[in-house]
């Protein structure tokens, strides 16, 4: 069977991200939890997350230490730009967390792919058997 392309096992992988990172954030913010916690609280679920479903599905190779070291420190620029972008909707245009979280992951979206694709992959090249 025929792997589907690259930019739809990215999606599909992104999209898992994105509603795991949106349904904290959301949720975070019902029970009170600052946002800088529920940022980070975020991060952590999902850099485990995008790992293994990048390694095994989007690029489809074997995940290592040194690949999952690049992935967090790449996904960690996440933290800061997802809290300026969230300070930016909530502070700023007075929108809702349900609006300002997938709006401030939207607007990540492209960045973390060439970073998730230069993390995991470094300098191997796409689709060595993972």
Known sequence: MRRPPLASRYAL?????MVTHNLVMIAGDAAG???PVAVLLSFCLCVLLGFFLH????FAVAGDARSL????V???ANVPLTIVL????LVSLHLPMAAASPAATLVLLVVNF???RWAILGGRRQGRPA
């Open 69 to 72: 070291l690049r992935y967090t």
């Open 13 to 17: 992988t992104a999209a898992a991200c």
């Open 33 to 35: 939890i600052v946002m």
């Open 74 to 76: 790449a996904m960690a």
């Open 86 to 89: 969230l300070w930016l909707f």
């Open 114 to 116: 060439f970073a998730s």
């Open 55 to 58: 390694s095994r599905y989007t």
